[in-house]
């Protein structure tokens, strides 16, 4: 797929976000399982990156549309955020939220000016970012006003939001669903233990998901083992009857309805 189509795509699903709120209204059902007529469907995010020339290298060899959330505190950020645009992949800004800490990081009782000084900072440190998603964040996402308010700054910037759901009290996702942005929610984290072994078996975990509940929304890391998995088993994806989109698409098919494990009826608890 080309850049230009990511970013039709994007602005699909930027579009469905805005209109979700009018379906969630009606009352929507759970995620379906893949079938012939619609197949399963995989959406891939590599956070953290920006540390390391050698490992983003790889992440963007990788020969589909991966997602490159970047951190803005890092060496590289600017630079790795220009090849990713200039690859046609699309870009987040990976914002760090408390626990994280630093110049950019979003932390409780900070004012709401400084909050806004600081996503607007990060956004100058990862240029082409279409979207945002929380680096740490177990104590921010748990916050509803800053959530709310990071919503609305989103809706104001035409950018979707990614909860990595890094604490199961999170809020985040069902701020955005509630103020109509463009949103999704994590699936399955590829590698809490980087062990090859276990890396694989949360793929295969990834995949049994996807085939389940027709879409997965999978987040990993740079580690050698994280890559070295993907290297192998992304171009076996067609061949498994699973389909690699672009994240663009995956907000336009989920269309800001909550799965089964993460809400009831399409609404994030």
């Not at 701020?175 to 078996?201: C, G, I, M, T, W």
């Not at 990993?220 to 989109?245: F, M, N, V």
Request: proline letters at 6%; a positive charge.
């Amino acid at each position: 797929m080309t850049g230009a189509c990511r970013r039709t795509a994007l602005r699909l699903g930027l579009l469905l976000g805005l209109l979700s709120s009018a379906a969630l209204a009606g009352g929507l059902a759970d995620a379906t399982p893949a079938t012939a007529a619609r197949p399963a469907r995989l959406s891939l995010i590599i956070d953290d990156l920006g540390q390391h020339p050698a490992r983003d290298r790889r992440v963007l060899a990788l020969p589909g549309p991966v997602a490159l959330a970047i951190l803005p505190d890092t060496r590289h950020a600017t630079s790795l955020a220009e090849q990713a645009h200039r690859a046609g992949k699309t870009v987040l800004l990976h914002l760090p939220m408390a626990p994280a800490n630093g110049r950019f990081a979003w932390q409780p009782n900070l004012p709401r000016a400084e909050l806004q000084s600081r996503l607007q900072a990060a956004l100058l440190a990862v240029p082409y970012a279409s979207g945002v998603n929380n680096h740490m964040g177990s104590v921010m996402t748990t916050q509803p006003q800053a959530m709310t308010e990071l919503m609305r700054e989103l809706q104001r910037r035409h950018l979707f939001f990614l909860d990595s759901r890094t604490s199961p009290r999170t809020v985040a996702a069902a701020s955005a669903q509630r103020e109509q942005l463009a949103s999704l929610s994590r699936d399955v984290f590829l590698d809490d233990d980087a062990s090859p072994e276990a890396v694989a078996e949360r793929f295969q975990t990834a995949i049994a998901l996807a085939r389940r509940q027709g879409s997965v929304v999978l987040i990993g890391h740079p580690y050698d083992s994280t890559l070295a998995l993907l290297e192998r088993e992304l171009p076996r994806l067609a061949a498994l009857g699973i389909e690699w989109i672009d994240i663009g698409q995956m907000i336009a098919i989920r269309g800001n309805r909550a799965v089964a494990a993460h809400g009831r009826g399409g609404i994030y608890r």
